[in-house]
């Protein structure tokens, strides 16, 4: 798949170039954002994956064009500061929490775990027939759930329903 960050476009599959991640995290002091060009184009995919799915039926607003495939650029899209988006731009933290999700992805973070069921968090054995207990967690690393991310959550304030996580969450109301 060809990397594709054309604004509403048929084929787009980012919310940003590399050389826009690169300048977000050059102004911001992050080392950690390097290598081939590539390797970001695979990294910002990843990220752009997880926040489609991560995020998928929780976007505030309708695509463009129904035949895009990313949510963005939206109609009627108002952030969390009242700002308003015409519906040919892509939101610019909707890109930045794009470069947030990659940047976990070159630092190792699965952000996709393929794993089913919970955690173990206690077992419990004792004599006799049948006295085992297993725990198990419900929710968090282990689930099989896409983690979440305060940065990316608070990036996204106001553009996600409810921002799942608990992070910035917030009523939505539609005018």
């Known amino acids: 798949m060809a990397f594709d960050f054309t604004v509403g476009g048929q084929s787009a599959n980012s919310f940003g170039s590399v050389a826009d991640a690169d300048a977000y995290f050059a102004a911001r002091g992050i080392d950690?954002?390097?290598?081939?060009?590539?390797?970001?184009?695979?990294?910002?995919?990843?990220?752009?994956?997880?926040?489609?799915?991560?995020?998928?039926?929780?976007?505030?607003?309708?695509?463009?064009?129904?035949?895009?495939?990313?949510?963005?650029?939206?109609?009627?899209?108002?952030?969390?500061?009242?700002?308003?988006?015409?519906?040919?731009?892509?939101?610019?933290?909707?890109?930045?929490?794009?470069?947030?999700?990659?940047?976990?992805?070159?630092?190792?973070?699965?952000?996709?775990?393929?794993v089913s069921g919970g955690k173990i968090v206690s077992e419990s054995a004792g004599a006799g027939p049948a006295q085992s207990s297993t725990t198990f967690a419900d929710h968090g690393p282990g689930t099989g759930e896409a983690p979440k991310f305060p940065i990316i959550e608070r990036l996204l304030r106001g553009l996600v329903a409810g921002n799942s996580g608990g992070f910035g969450s917030m009523p939505l109301a539609r005018g």
């Open 32 to 114: 950690s954002w390097s290598g081939e060009n590539s390797a970001k184009e695979a990294a910002l995919l990843v990220g752009a994956d997880y926040l489609l799915n991560a995020y998928r039926g929780q976007w505030c607003f309708k695509r463009s064009d129904r035949d895009q495939p990313l949510p963005f650029p939206a109609k009627d899209v108002v952030d969390a500061d009242g700002r308003s988006w015409a519906d040919t731009v892509i939101p610019p933290q909707v890109a930045h929490a794009q470069f947030q999700a990659a940047l976990q992805h070159v630092l190792g973070v699965d952000l996709m775990p393929a």
